[in-house]
């Protein structure tokens, strides 16, 4: 009987990824992963003890790769504005990429553990790190006037994650014109937020000119 070659556990990631990509998350099984990977399931159990330790590892490796994404937009941008938006346009380009990923959301199927909720807690962090960044940023540059970075980092996220969870509890069939629609209307509210954030300084300078 023919051994099997060794495999990597990289080479499980991107493997379960394709799939991931194409079925979801929850119509993809282990075996179909190992049967196109040529090997038996006991081979992918010597790395992932389950299909919930594989989707989060998954999940970590394309979240790092837009983390960097986000940030490379952040990184070439001249205005707050720009930069916020250049967030929000990252975010879409990854949508499209991992239009299944991105739209179905499997914790029903990884239940409700730690490792989850820690995996979850890390990447809002990290996503709102550089949110801060880029309100820091527009203080030191005099475009807006000082404001609690962490905050406004913070209450921009969570409208900005209301507004995709909204979209997942009202299309159970993802939607590609939807998730487009969706990206539009968080640029719309990113220039509110900005504009608010202007204004305040304006109206904060004008009072202290009139002091």
Do not use: W
């Amino acid at each position: 009987m023919k051994s099997e070659v060794p495999v990597k556990e990289e080479l499980i990631i991107e493997a379960a990824l394709r799939r991931f990509a194409h079925f979801g998350f929850n119509k993809t099984t282990f075996s179909e992963i190992a049967k196109d990977m040529g090997i038996s399931q006991q081979s992918m159990y010597y790395y992932f003890s389950d299909k919930k330790s594989l989707i989060i590892k998954v999940a970590a490796n394309v979240m790092a790769s837009l983390i960097a994404a986000m940030q490379e937009r952040v990184d070439a941008c001249n205005s707050l504005l720009d930069r916020l938006r250049g967030i929000i346009e990252a975010k879409e380009a990854f949508f499209e990429k991992y239009f299944m990923l991105a739209t179905e959301t499997p914790n029903e199927k990884l239940g409700d553990t730690d490792e989850l909720h820690c995996f979850i807690k890390q990447m809002q962090s990290e996503q709102q790190a550089i949110f801060i960044a880029a309100f820091e940023k527009a203080i030191s540059e005099g475009e807006i006037g000082q404001i609690d970075a962490t905050k406004k980092a913070a209450l921009l996220l969570n409208a900005l994650n209301a507004m995709q969870d909204n979209y997942r509890k009202t299309h159970i069939i993802p939607d590609h014109q939807a998730i487009r629609d969706l990206f539009e209307e968080q640029k719309e509210l990113i220039r509110i937020f900005v504009f608010g954030l202007k204004y305040q300084a304006d109206l904060t300078g004008f009072k202290n000119g009139k002091d």
